[in-house]
């Protein structure tokens, strides 16, 4: 009997199915035990991954909860790379729908959090531009501008704390979070990637930015949505930050 390879898939990644029929070893044997082995492996593998990168979903969750939450987690999603790196792209959607976290309705941003994090460590390098770059652009020509964004960077705008509910987590001098929406920018301006919440229009700000929006026209965005922005601050922000890596100027209107 032949065993097709989705049969094999399912059964490495669910220790309740059975050893498929017509695995045999070298010698022709059924090789139920190394097969078992095998998956254990695997399964080993994967939740150490899980593990790596979401270390605050662990710790507000707990060791045990994690390991049988991962367990039910790589039944459902299988990786689709050779990088364990990678895996682990669908647990915050997983955690949308997980029952037993349902009470913890910020457990799924925290997670976007942290997989924003291990995908900007993994980005390519990109040489933040010169501050004095953007000051030597005439202030209309500026605004009619687009600024664009290093790979490392990325934005997760959640109703929660994320990134509080992070650091406090993973700094133990962190202040205890405030339960309140946050708008939380991922960096990495060095080496390792940093997690900011963003002042208020930050979020809009940003987003608008990544949808191709002239800088004018994001202030003008975030402006609407908060009535409050600070464009110098969160300006400062990404260059401090080194978020910005090029602009692309425009004609003033």
Not at 95 to 118: K, M, N
Not at 213 to 228: N, S, Y
Request: glycine share 6%; proline share 9%; aromatic share 6%.
């Amino acid at each position: 009997m032949t065993v097709t390879q989705n049969e094999f898939t399912k059964a490495i990644l669910d220790a309740d199915l059975p050893v498929p029929d017509g695995l045999c070893n070298p010698e022709g044997a059924p090789a139920g035990k190394r097969f078992s082995v095998y998956r254990n492996n695997v399964a080993v593998s994967l939740s150490e991954a899980l593990e790596v990168t979401f270390p605050v979903i662990r710790k507000l969750v707990g060791n045990e909860f994690f390991t049988a939450m991962a367990g039910v987690f790589l039944r459902q999603h299988q990786p689709t790379s050779p990088m364990l790196m990678l895996y682990g792209a669908d647990m915050p959607a997983f955690l949308d729908s997980f029952p037993p976290v349902a009470h913890l309705g910020y457990l799924p941003d925290v997670a976007r959090v942290e997989l924003a994090l291990c995908r900007s460590y993994h980005a390519a390098d990109a040489p933040a531009i010169d501050p004095e770059t953007l000051q030597s652009i005439a202030p209309d020509a500026l605004l009619s501008s687009r600024l664009h964004l290093a790979p490392s960077v990325h934005l997760v705008r959640s109703d929660w704390p994320a990134a509080a509910l992070f650091h406090a987590n993973s700094d133990p001098d962190a202040p205890k979070p405030k339960m309140q929406a946050e708008d939380v920018l991922i960096t990495r301006p060095e080496y390792d990637p940093e997690v900011t919440a963003l002042p208020p229009g930050g979020g809009a700000f940003i987003a608008a930015l990544m949808d191709g929006a002239t800088l004018g026209e994001a202030d003008k965005t975030a402006t609407i949505a908060t009535g409050d922005f600070d464009l110098t601050e969160v300006l400062g922000l990404l260059l401090s930050k080194a978020a910005i890596i090029n602009t692309t100027e425009g004609t003033p209107k």
